[in-house]
């Protein structure tokens, strides 16, 4: 079992930056890929990048070069540094852990899930 908490949400002005925190409980953490999706009001769940156990990132395209995932196995801690951030960033954001997968953009693909924290962009 792994429980996952992120920290680091918050109201930024457009062009700003946050760095969001998730702290994962559990021996295994290392062995996970850690996931951060987020979520806009009325919108489905969306993938926004991906760290594998070996340290590869994947990112969607509406994030790429603003966005970066990293990942700190002795502290069981996975961020998620925004940069230049967009009022079309504003969601809910949740990190999520499993094994990786070739549908590792999809939410399914995933076992265990934070509890998200609130990202708001105003322009």
């Known amino acids: 079992q792994v429980q996952l908490v992120e920290s680091g949400g918050g109201l930024v002005q457009a062009g700003g930056s946050l760095r969001l925190s998730c702290a994962a409980s559990g021996r295994t953490f290392s062995t996970y890929a850690m996931a951060w999706f987020r979520q806009a009001p009325g919108k489905e769940r969306e993938f926004v990048g991906v760290?594998?156990?070996?340290?590869?990132?994947l990112y969607t395209d509406s994030v790429k070069g603003r966005f970066t995932i990293s990942r700190d196995n002795a502290k069981n801690t996975v961020y998620l540094q925004m940069n230049s951030l967009k009022p079309e960033d504003t969601a809910v954001y949740f990190c999520?852990?499993?094994?990786?997968?070739?549908?590792?953009?999809?939410?399914?693909?995933?076992?265990?899930w934070g509890q998200g924290t609130q990202v708001t962009v105003s322009s």
């Open positions: 999520a852990a499993g094994f990786y997968t070739i549908a590792y953009s999809r939410a399914g693909a995933y076992d265990y």
């Open positions: 760290i594998r156990s070996v340290g590869i990132t």
